[in-house]
Nanobody, 122 residues
Framework: QVQLVETGGGLVQAGESLRLSCAAS????????MGWFRQAPGKEREFVSV????????YYTDSVKGRFTISRDNAKNTVYLQMNSLKSEDSGVYYC???????????????WGQGTQVTVSS
């Protein structure tokens, strides 16, 4: 059973940065891909980014390309999401999740964290 805990959310102004962390336990972290999703109020949860097991492959949704960077430290069992030039539309609850392979569909991810709130004021 993999357990994921996100931290790093908060309230920032537009244009500022945040770094989210997701610490994993209960499994072999380096054996699964990791993704970030987000859910804004009143909207469905959406894919943000994914990283492969070894960190060599990354993929982003178009709206965050060039602003967000996903990375992982397998020695620390942690995946990160560096978010720069934040916009109000980036606000929402951010979730990390694990999957056997780097995918974008929620159904491909089998373990999820509880989420961390990101609020960007304009």
């Amino acid at each position: 059973q993999v357990q994921l805990v996100e931290t790093g959310g908060g309230l920032v102004q537009a244009g500022e940065s945040l770094r989210l962390s997701c610490a994993a336990s209960g499994g072999t972290f380096s054996s699964y891909a990791m993704g970030w999703f987000r859910q804004a109020p009143g909207k469905e949860r959406e894919f943000v980014s994914v990283i492969s097991r070894g960190g060599t492959f990354t993929y982003y949704t178009d709206s965050v390309k060039g602003r967000f960077t996903i990375s992982r430290d397998n020695a620390k069992n942690t995946v990160y999401l560096q978010m720069n030039s934040l916009k109000s539309e980036d606000s929402g609850v951010y979730y990390c999740a694990s999957a056997p392979w780097p995918r974008t569909a929620e159904s491909e991810f089998n373990y999820w964290g509880q989420g961390t709130q990101v609020t960007v004021s304009s």
